[in-house]
Each structure stands twice: as structure tokens, then as C-alpha cells.
């Protein structure tokens, strides 16, 4: 959902939140769920999970922080993780990195201008045999080259 509707979201953040009983137990599951929905953490919709929940907002923000899978920043359309675990290290992640940056302008950590790509650095994705490996959301990329960047990125620029 892009960023400027978030507003118009928060009925729909109503909705993924209320679908889960008022217990601490379903907290994660729900701020999962609303990370996946917005791609990030607005803190408008944080507190509506500090009102349905009843915790406080510092719990909230020590959840985000503690949990890589969650972020309190919002996020580029497309979220590319190259894995620079041992062994996507060893076969080339480092020179992935390096033309993603040359590409996008971007270093990892950091989402483009345009708030259509951020860059993200992962320690395994847990296909070590695909190795150097790469996930533009859900999308898996293997054995990746540096060479083949630009084709998947202008892939994705054809998509939207
Ligand atoms: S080290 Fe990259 S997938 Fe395991």
C-alpha cells in the first residue's frame, strides 16, 4: 500500500488487527500482519494495536526494533535482500551489492528517492546451494550474476 494512503488504510488496519483476540500472545502475529500490508510500521496504526491490545506504545517500538522482519521505517515498493551469508559471500554477493548500489544509488539500508527500491543485506536465506542468492520480495533470485542485475531490474520497471 503506498505510503500516502495510509489514512485511507486504517480501516483496513481495523480489520487485520480486530480479526485477533485482545491477548498479548497474538501481538507479533498481528504487527506481522500489518507489516506485510504496509510494507512498515505506521505509527498511526501502532496505535491501534496499543489501543486493541492494551500495551504501551514502548512495547510496541522494542517489538519493532527486536524483530528484523518488522520496521518502523517505511520501505520501497520493491525490497531487494541479497544475502551475504558465508557462502553467498564467497561466490560474489560482494560485487551484487556493489552493482545494485552503482544501479540504484543506494547503499544498503538506504530506499531510492523515488520510494520504489531499498537495499537490504541478509545473513542466509537458507538456500546456500543457489548461492550468491537474492529476494526481491517474494520473488527468489539464484546463482545470481552481477551482469543479469540490470535485465531483472528493468524487469520490474516494466512491471510498475
Ligand atoms: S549464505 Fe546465502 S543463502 Fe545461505
Redesign the pocket.
Known amino acids: 500500500m503506498p505510503v500516502g494512503s495510509i489514512r485511507e488504510g486504517l480501516s483496513q488496519a481495523k480489520e487485520i488487527i480486530t480479526k485477533y483476540p485482545r491477548e498479548q500472545r497474538f501481538l507479533l502475529a498481528a504487527l506481522q500482519d500489518i507489516q506485510k500490508e504496509y510494507n512498515y510500521l505506521p505509527r498511526e496504526v501502532l496505535g491501534l494495536v496499543r489501543e486493541h491490545f492494551s500495551v504501551p506504545m514502548s512495547r510496541l517500538y522494542s517489538m519493532a526494533t527486536f524483530y528484523k522482519a518488522l520496521t518502523l521505517e517505511p520501505k520501497g515498493q520493491y525490497v531487494i535482500k541479497v ?7 564467497i561466490r560474489g ?1 560482494g560485487l551484487l551489492i556493489e552493482e545494485i548500489q552503482r544501479l540504484l544509488k543506494i547503499a544498503p539500508g538506504e530506499t531510492s528517492a523515488d520510494g520504489k527500491y531499498s537495499l537490504e543485506t541478509v ?6 546451494a ?4 537474492m529476494v526481491i520480495n517474494d520473488q527468489y533470485y539464484g546463482k545470481v550474476a552481477p551482469a543479469s542485475l540490470g535485465k531483472i531490474l528493468e524487469e520490474l520497471e516494466a512491471k510498475g
Open positions: 544475502c551475504d551469508g558465508t557462502a553467498c559471500h554477493s545473513n542466509c536465506l537458507g538456500s546456500c543457489l548461492a550468491p542468492v
